[in-house]
């Protein structure tokens, strides 16, 4: 998702953009479509989205969706750990 912002911020810097007119094409964005994402951003909210996602691939190629503490599984190796934040 973040190289999608960049790029469609160099888009709409214009030519010869500089990091004052991305910074300005960032602030500029309202609810911009990045692929079934929406982006906003303000001069006040570098936020971007309100949405993160985490899956865990086991060493056995297992998918797992994890949606909050209680999914995650037992067997988890040893050391690996999982930070969930929200906002």
């Known amino acids: 998702a973040a190289a999608k912002v960049l790029?469609?911020?160099l888009k709409r810097a214009?030519?010869?953009p500089t990091p004052e007119r991305?910074?300005?094409a960032l602030e500029g964005f309202?609810?911009?479509?990045?692929?079934?994402?929406?982006?906003?951003?303000?001069?006040t909210d570098h936020t971007g989205l309100?949405?993160?996602?985490l899956?865990?691939?086991t060493a056995?190629?297992?998918?797992?969706?994890?949606?909050?503490?209680h999914n995650i599984p037992e067997s988890m190796?040893?050391?690996?750990?999982?930070?969930i934040a929200h906002r």
């Open 30 to 43: 309202k609810h911009v479509d990045i692929g079934g994402l929406e982006v906003t951003f303000s001069p």
């Open 22 to 24: 991305i910074k300005t």
């Open 60 to 69: 056995e190629g297992t998918h797992l969706e994890v949606l909050g503490r």
């Open 55 to 57: 899956s865990i691939i």
């Open 7 to 9: 790029v469609e911020a």
């Open 77 to 83: 190796p040893k050391g690996f750990k999982v930070s």
């Open 50 to 53: 309100d949405y993160s996602d």
């Open 14 to 16: 214009g030519k010869d």
